[in-house]
Antibody, heavy 118, light 111 residues
Framework: QVQLQQWGAGLLKPSETLSLNCAVS????????GSWIRQTPGKGLEWIGD???????NYNPSLKSRVTISTDRSKSQFSLKLSSVTAADTAVYYC????????????WGKGTTVIVSS | QSVLTQPPSASGAPGQRITISCSGS????????VNWYQQVPGTAPKLLIY???HRPSGVPARFSGSKSGASASLAIGGLQSEDEADYYC????????????FGTGTTVTVL
């Protein structure tokens, strides 16, 4: 059974760079893409972007200038970097995996809470 | 900000059927398939319906999806207490070089 394990720093100061990682166990990213989604407190879901197994990316236009998503195929991992964070970036961040060519995510990580505070 | 609009809440008695609407535009629902996710508070979202109509293995048949034009619907028949959760529609949006969009979310309460 494919599972996603995510980790990264949970407390940041304004202007720092958020960095999260997601490892695929019981499978790989081959033929799939890895996505990052966030959920602000009490609010809905926001797609951040995705990366396919070849390194091709798509980003949310509203975050594109600050986001970098990359993959390490040898480790079946993908990563998120979000620069110049502010309090508005405080959220639960999820990684998820989807099948290439299909616009849905069928495996999700458990989420990482990231708080931005001075 | 979400570009797919859902009602904030929906409710029904056990055994009843409810539907949740999801309103979008030509660039998203009108041109691409729709997915639905179920989220129990404090847990990660779970894929409920994919490619507009299809249920992943393990999802009960009382959950069904449909689409007409730029709108989609999720129906829950035979409502059960464990169906209390937040539900989100989602679709790929072809505008702005393409990006994924989620709905505003609907909280379902079983009375």
């Amino acid at each position: 059974q494919v599972q996603l394990q995510q980790w990264g720093a949970g407390l940041l100061k304004p202007s720092e760079t958020l960095s999260l990682n997601c490892a695929v166990s019981g499978g790989s990213l081959s033929g799939h893409y890895g996505s990052w989604i966030r959920q602000t407190p009490g609010k809905g879901l926001e797609w951040i972007g995705d990366v396919n197994h070849s390194g091709g990316t798509n980003y949310n236009p509203s975050l594109k200038s600050r986001v970098t998503i990359s993959t390490d195929r040898s480790k079946s991992q993908f990563s998120l970097k979000l620069s110049s964070v502010t309090a508005a970036d405080t959220a639960v961040y999820y990684c998820a995996r989807g099948l290439l060519g299909y616009f849905y995510m069928d495996v999700w990580g458990k989420g990482t809470t990231v708080i931005v505070s001075s | 900000q979400s570009v797919l609009t859902q009602p904030p809440s929906a409710s029904g008695a056990p055994g009843q059927r409810i539907t949740i609407s999801c309103s979008g535009s030509y660039s998203n629902i009108g041109s691409n398939s729709v997915n639905w996710y179920q989220q129990v508070p404090g847990t990660a979202p779970k894929l409920l319906i994919y490619s507009t109509y299809h249920r992943p293995s393990g999802v009960p048949a009382r959950f069904s999806g449909s689409k007409s034009g730029a709108s989609a619907s999720l129906a829950i028949g035979g409502l059960q207490s464990e169906d209390e959760a937040d539900y989100y529609c989602a679709a790929w949006d072809d505008s702005q070089n393409g990006h994924y969009v989620f709905g505003t979310g609907t909280t379902v309460t079983v009375l």
